[in-house]
Structure formats: C-alpha cells, structure tokens
T-cell receptor
Framework: QQQVKQSPQSLIVQKGGISIINCAYENTAFDYFPWYQQFPGKGPALLIAIRPDVSEKKEGRFTISFNKSAKQFSLHIMDSQPGDSATYFCAARRGGSYIPTFGRGTSLIVHP | DADVTQTPRNRITKTGKRIMLECSQTKGHDRMYWYRQDPGLGLRLIYYSFDVKDINKGEISDGYSVSRQAQAKFSLSLESAIPNQTALYFC???????????FGSGTRLTVV
C-alpha cells in the first residue's frame, strides 16, 4: 500500500513553463513534508520542506502548496529551466519518527 | 570532500558472490540509513541505525545485512548476491532535530 502517491511519473515542460508535481497521502499523523531533487549520477538532495501549519512555502522559483483537508501537497517550479531536469521525490514523515515515506518519484525534463 | 561518501561507485559482481558496500560520513550524525532505488519504485529502506549499537530492519531487508562499525561508518552486505539485487544503493544520514536526509552519491550494483 502506497502511503504517499506521487504523480505524474514523468513530466516534460518547455523552458519558461511551470512544472507541477503532486503528492497525496492518507496518514493524518504526517507532520513534515520534504521534497528531494536528484540529478543523474547523484544522490537525492533536500530541496524544500513544509509543515502542515502553513499552506505555502516559497524558495526562489520553487513553491510547495499544501492542502491539509485534501491531504495533498504539490511542488511548483516557476520559470522552469533545463537545469531543473532531474527526478523529484516527495516524502512525508510521521510525528515522532525520523524515517519518511517517499513517493515513487517524478522524472522532469525541461526542454530548451 | 563529500559529507557522505559511498564506495565503490560502481560494481559488477556474479550471482552468489558476497559483496560489501561502504558508507562513511563527516556530518557527525547519529542516524544512518541504507536505501535501494529502482526505476518506478522510488526509494525503499533496507536498514537503518540510530546509533552504533542500534540496527533496525527496513521494508526490504531480506538478503541484506549491515554493520555499524563506528558513528561515521555504516556498511551494507549482500551475503549471496542475486540478479534482482541489481539496483542503485544509497546511504543517507540525519541528525539532531533536523529531519532532512543527506544522501551519498550512490553505488550502482549489477549482479550478473
């Protein structure tokens, strides 16, 4: 049973466009929602994270939107660039646990 | 130098062979983890350790074992490698009140 469902599996966007990756969860005990970015040949790296007491967090061109009632959160990449081409993982962590549950990842390709 | 170093970066081994993947970190973190990445399946937890004397199984521990030799070192062993253990393997750390992970660059293992 997938506790964190991530979609789409792959995404192709033109340079300058908006990339949107969605995640949904069931466990209401989750209280920390990070996103990781993985470039080819590298390990995932923490990109941005949000807690459920806020509905949005923005860092540069990257924004997490969080909908607690719908149990959904999403990553928006504004003005997408070819250098943003990577695999993105959402995750959710239950309060009291150090171990997140990961989504299955989204492969993003940004065409020049 | 990288915060989390994994060796080897690439390895091809034969079915039935014993192989060890090594991980060392300079973050000073107590918590260390081994993950496996397969296309379309995301990151799956193999084993984790919260301190030198603590070892815990993850969701896919069968066929694997680990050793926490020191706070900074956590190794993963495949006692008798089989082809379906062909995958990317990542070591990760986390520490203190920071719930984000720091990943190594991974080991690409091929079992033939």
């Amino acid at each position: 049973q997938q506790q964190v469902k991530q979609s789409p599996q792959s995404l192709i966007v033109q340079k300058g466009g908006i990339s949107i990756i969605n995640c949904a969860y069931e466990n209401t005990a989750f209280d920390y929602f990070p996103w990781y970015q993985q470039f080819p040949g590298k390990g995932p790296a923490l990109l941005i994270a949000i807690r459920p007491d806020v509905s949005e967090k923005k860092e540069g061109r990257f924004t997490i939107s969080f909908n607690k009632s719908a149990k959904q959160f999403s990553l928006h990449i504004m003005d997408s660039q070819p250098g943003d081409s990577a695999t993105y993982f959402c995750a959710a962590r239950r309060g009291g646990s150090y171990i997140p549950t990961f989504g299955r990842g989204t492969s993003l390709i940004v065409h020049p | 130098d990288a915060d989390v170093t994994q060796t080897p970066r690439n390895r091809i081994t034969k079915t039935g062979k014993r192989i060890m993947l090594e991980c060392s970190q300079t973050k000073g973190h107590d918590r260390m983890y081994w993950y496996r990445q397969d296309p379309g399946l995301g990151l799956r937890l193999i084993y984790y350790s919260f301190d030198v004397k603590d070892i815990n199984k993850g969701e896919i521990s069968d066929g694997y074992s680990v050793s926490r030799q020191a706070q900074a070192k956590f190794s993963l062993s495949l006692e008798s490698a089989i082809p379906n253990q062909t995958a990317l393997y990542f070591c990760a750390t986390s520490g203190g009140g920071d719930y984000g992970y720091t990943f190594g660059s991974g080991t690409r293992l091929t079992v033939v």
